[in-house]
């Protein structure tokens, strides 16, 4: 069953690729994406190769410490960062990171992504920070990232790109998209010259929402599991969930 659920992981991380390429959020050898598997130890693409060209048997495994135990290939010139990742959030099973031009430029800018200008973002990735730059390859994109992996989903890399995560790889590709689509609505607003922001009231409804039906709580003993088999499994639809919530407060700000 583990050799089974590792395949299927190694063809999602094919498939996130391939999405990841065609949107263009990456661009010849960069990014890189990893799962947590149901032993602890973390499957990863290959450094140096193009993610929309990857196959199954060029994925890498590692141990929770890093050491590489099996493929043909390295492993991601990044794996630090993912461990670190993994380390302090027991409830995340994916880790994606890409280079969203949009949000990239807000990256290099120096800008974080943190008004309260749309709902559904807020209430899915609350604020997406800016980490300090950090060499890529090196322990200082890992430092640069510690003060904020505990408390966000999804964190831009000064003059770098993004990383987001989650507790399946589809939905932490699916924040890669929401931080890129966020970036390309608030750079709109900026070039119109207007940004109407939501109120500190409607930010506290969105966080409380958040807290209710997007909890990062680990069940106790539970052990990962292939972040591709999770999804399947899920009895909920997030993306229908996030715009229910969404209707019923801007339903109940018109009635104020």
Request: charged share 20%; hydrophobic share 40%.
């Amino acid at each position: 069953m583990a050799d089974e659920n590792t395949n299927v992981c190694k063809a999602g991380l094919v498939e996130a690729g391939k999405k990841l390429y065609s949107l263009g959020y990456v661009a010849a050898t960069d990014g890189n994406i990893s799962v947590r598997l149901s032993d602890g130890s973390i499957l990863t693409t290959p450094t140096g190769m193009s993610k929309g060209s990857m196959l199954a048997e060029d994925m890498v495994t590692v141990s929770s410490e890093g050491k590489k135990l099996s493929g043909g290939r390295e492993p991601s010139s990044e794996i630090a960062m993912h461990l670190l990742i993994y380390r302090k959030r027991p409830d995340i099973n994916a880790v994606v990171h890409a280079h969203p031009p949009t949000a990239t430029g807000y990256a290099a800018a120096g800008i974080p992504l943190t008004k309260p200008l749309i709902s559904e973002v807020v209430l899915t990735l609350g604020t997406i920070p800016l980490a300090p730059y950090g060499t890529p390859g090196t322990l200082e994109v890992t430092r640069s990232l510690e003060d904020f992996v505990a408390t966000h989903d999804a964190v831009l890399m000064a003059n770098h790109g993004a990383v987001t995560f989650a507790e399946t790889l589809e939905k932490a590709v699916w924040k890669m998209e929401t931080v890129e689509h966020f970036a390309k609505i608030s750079l709109i607003t900026e070039v119109l010259g207007k940004q109407s922001l939501l109120t500190s009231s409607d930010v506290q409804k969105l966080h409380t929402a958040r807290e209710k039906y997007f909890s990062r709580a680990c069940p106790s003993g539970r052990s990962p599991v292939c972040p591709i088999a999770a999804a399947e499994q899920a009895e909920i639809n997030t993306r229908e969930l996030v715009e229910a919530i969404v209707r019923e407060i801007l339903r109940a700000r018109a009635l104020k």
